[in-house]
C-alpha cells in the first residue's frame, strides 16, 4: 500500500499575513513545505498522480446508454499505482511569522465521486473541484480542507469470497480510512483539530462515508465527527458466497486481463499496468447499459457484514456524530437510466441482472409488484425504472442516514434551477465555485448551452452560491448550518413523518422549507425489506470469526 503523500497549500486572504518562512509539515518519511496558492490560472495547487481509473469518454456502453456521466478526472494530472496522496488548504493567517501553527481549525475532509470507477483529489483543466478555495472563504478562513485520493475499479474494489481469503477486499475504503488516520495524526502540525473533522463527499464519496459509519457492524470509530453527503449512491453488492456473484467479476476482470476465467491472483500481480488497466475499462464496457457498475462497496463479512440497509435497520452503525448535513438532487437518474428498458420483457431482464441470483425469484416478484409500470406509470417504463434506481441507489440511503441520526440531521433537497435540470453532481457547482466565471465553466464542461450557462450562472453567483456555502461552511465548523455570517433563512433539523419535515430545498432562486415525496418511509422499507429478503435467501455469507485485514 501506498505511504500517503501531501500538498499543504496557504490561502492568504489579507496582505502582510503570509509567515516569512512557510510552514513545514514533518512526516516519518519526509518533510514538506507550504507553498503559496492563489487565484492564478497558471498555478498548480495539487501534487501527485491520480489512480487508474475508467476513461469515461471511451466507454462504448456507459451505464445509462447515453454519455451523461462526466469524468471530473480530465485535467488532473498522470495516473499510477503509487497515488495516495493528498492536499491540505490551510489560511495563512493559522501560521506565526516562523511557519509555525498558531491556530487549531476545524477540519474538512473531502472524498470525491465518480461511480467508484474515476475521480482525483482534483479535477484540473482550471476548473475548482476539489480545491478548499470556496469554503475556506466561506468560512472566513477559520477552517483546513484536505482532499485525497483512493484506488477505483477493480484496483480499489474488487470483492468476493476469493478475495477475502487472498487480497483485500474494498481497498478503496481502506485507502480512505488512511487518509483520515493521517489527518487524525499529523494535521494538527497544519493548524488542524484532529478533534473536530467533518467528513464531506459527493455520490461516491458519500456513499463510502455511509460505508464508514457502519464499518464492523458500527463497532469502529470513523475519525470523524460530523458528515455531510451529497447524492450518497452504491449499488448494493452482496453475493459474496464461494463461485457467487462477486467472485465472477474478479474472474471476469481476470479473463480481462489475460489470467483465465479463474482464481489466479498471481497472475493478476505479475501482469503489466497497461494490461490492468485495459482490463479495468473492459470490465466496465461489459455492463450492457444496464445503469449498474460491477464494482463498488460491497459485503466482505469484515468491513461490510451485511447490506446497509439492513445494518441502519439493525441499530448496527456508530453512534456519536454530532451533525449530519444530508442531501439530494432532484433528479439523480437521468445519466443511470437504461434506454432500452421500455416493456414488461425489457424490465423484467433488468430485474435479471440487478437481481440475478435464481433464488431471488420471490424478490423480483416483489419488485415487479412494486414498481407496477404497466399501472401505477400508466406504461412509462422510462420513468418507472429511473424511479427504482433512484430509490434503491441514491435517496433511500438519504433516508437510512436520517433515521440513523435524526436528532442532529439537516436535510437538503436541491432542486436548481428545477426538478428536472437538478442533475447527479449538480450540487457541485454552488459548492465550490468561487464566483461567476467557475459556474460558466462548469455549465459549459456538462454540454450546457453558452445561453443558458450565462444565465444560470448568474443566478448561482448572486442568488444560491453565498446562502449555500454559507451553510456549508458553517456546517463544517459547527456542525450545524446556523451560525454563518450571512442572513440566511433558520433551517432547523428534519421532523420524521413518511414524508420527512423541515427538508431545506434550493429551487429557482428560493431556499424554502418543504416535505420531501423522493425518500418517503413507505418506499425505503420496502427496500430493507427487499434487503432481509436478499439476506435470507443465503447469498451473504456469515463473517468468519477469526479475519484479519491483510
Not at 483512493?150 to 481469503?165: C, N
Request: aromatic share 14%; with cysteine; hydrophobic share 40%.
Amino acid at each position: 500500500m501506498s505511504i500517503p503523500k501531501l500538498t499543504l497549500l496557504l490561502l492568504p486572504f489579507l496582505k502582510g499575513v503570509i509567515a516569512q518562512t512557510l510552514p513545514i509539515v514533518t512526516l516519518p518519511w519526509g518533510k514538506w513545505q507550504a507553498q503559496i496558492y492563489e487565484n492564478d490560472a497558471n498555478a498548480n495547487p495539487s501534487y501527485g498522480p491520480s489512480c487508474y481509473q475508467v476513461n469515461t469518454s471511451k466507454l462504448q456502453n456507459p451505464p445509462g446508454g447515453t454519455p451523461g456521466v462526466q469524468n471530473p478526472n480530465d485535467g488532473a494530472p498522470s495516473s499510477s499505482e503509487d497515488c495516495l496522496f493528498l492536499d491540505v488548504y490551510a489560511p495563512a493567517s493559522a501560521f506565526d511569522q516562523n511557519g509555525n501553527p498558531i491556530q487549531e481549525l476545524p477540519v474538512i475532509v473531502w472524498f470525491y465521486g465518480g461511480a467508484y470507477a474515476f475521480g482525483s483529489k482534483e479535477l484540473g483543466g482550471g476548473l475548482p473541484l476539489y480545491t478548499g478555495q470556496s469554503m475556506l472563504a466561506a468560512s472566513e478562513y477559520n477552517a483546513i480542507f484536505v482532499a485525497g485520493n483512493y484506488r477505483l475499479g477493480a484496483f480499489g474494489w474488487l470483492a468476493g469470497s476469493y478475495m477475502e481469503s487472498n487480497a483485500q477486499p474494498n481497498a478503496g475504503l481502506y485507502d480512505q480510512s488512511l487518509l483520515l488516520d493521517w489527518v487524525q495524526r499529523y494535521i494538527i502540525q497544519a493548524a488542524g483539530n484532529p478533534n473536530q473533522v467533518s467528513a464531506w463527499g459527493e455520490s461516491a464519496g458519500a456513499g463510502s462515508i455511509l460505508h464508514h459509519l457502519i464499518r464492523e457492524n458500527g463497532t469502529r470509530d470513523p475519525q470523524f465527527g460530523s458528515f455531510l453527503v451529497q447524492s450518497p449512491a452504491f449499488e448494493w453488492s452482496w453475493d459474496n458466497s464461494v463461485n457467487g456473484t462477486l467472485d465472477t467479476i474478479y474472474r471476469n476482470f481476470s479473463a480481462l486481463a489475460n489470467c483465465g476465467f479463474g482464481y489466479n491472483i498471481s497472475c493478476l500481480r505479475g501482469q503489466s499496468v497497461n494490461l490492468l488497466v485495459s482490463a479495468n475499462q473492459k470490465l466496465f464496457d461489459a455492463v450492457h447499459q444496464t445503469g449498474l457498475f460491477p464494482v463498488g462497496p460491497a459485503v466482505d463479512g469484515k468491513w461490510v457484514q451485511t447490506i446497509p440497509a439492513i445494518a441502519f435497520a439493525n441499530h448496527n452503525y456508530w453512534p456519536s456524530i454530532d451533525g449530519a448535513l444530508i442531501s439530494h438532487v432532484t433528479n439523480e437518474t437521468a445519466s443511470f437510466t437504461p434506454q432500452w428498458v421500455v416493456s414488461q420483457s425489457t424490465f423484467d431482464a433488468f430485474l435479471n441482472d440487478f437481481f440475478p441470483e435464481p433464488s431471488l425469484g420471490p424478490v423480483r416478484a416483489a419488485m415487479r409488484a412494486q414498481y407496477n409500470c404497466k399501472t401505477t406509470y400508466s406504461g412509462n417504463f422510462r420513468a418507472c425504472i429511473a424511479d427504482l434506481i433512484r430509490d434503491s441507489t441514491f435517496t433511500c440511503n438519504t433516508r437510512q442516514l436520517f433515521e440513523a441520526y435524526p436528532s442532529v440531521a439537516y436535510m437538503m433537497r436541491y432542486a436548481f434551477p428545477f426538478d428536472e435540470y437538478a442533475v447527479h453532481a449538480s450540487d457541485l457547482i454552488p459548492t465550490f465555485m468561487n464566483g461567476f466565471d467557475d459556474a460558466y465553466d462548469m455549465l459549459r464542461a456538462n454540454n450546457m448551452s453558452k445561453t443558458e450557462a450565462f444565465l444560470y450562472a448568474g443566478f448561482l453567483d448572486t442568488e444560491i452560491m453565498p446562502w449555500y456555502q454559507s451553510y456549508l461552511a458553517s456546517f463544517g465548523l459547527h456542525a450545524n448550518p446556523n451560525q454563518g455570517p450571512s442572513d440566511t433563512t433558520y433551517w432547523p433539523v428534519a421532523t420524521p413523518g413518511d414524508e420527512i419535515g423541515n427538508v431545506m430545498q434550493v429551487h429557482e432562486i428560493e431556499f424554502s422549507l418543504v416535505t420531501d415525496d423522493q425518500n418517503t418511509a413507505s418506499i425505503c422499507d420496502f427496500w430493507t425489506q427487499i434487503a432481509k429478503m436478499i439476506e435470507g435467501s443465503g447469498s451473504v455469507k456469515k463473517p468468519p470469526q477469526d479475519w484479519k485485514d491483510l
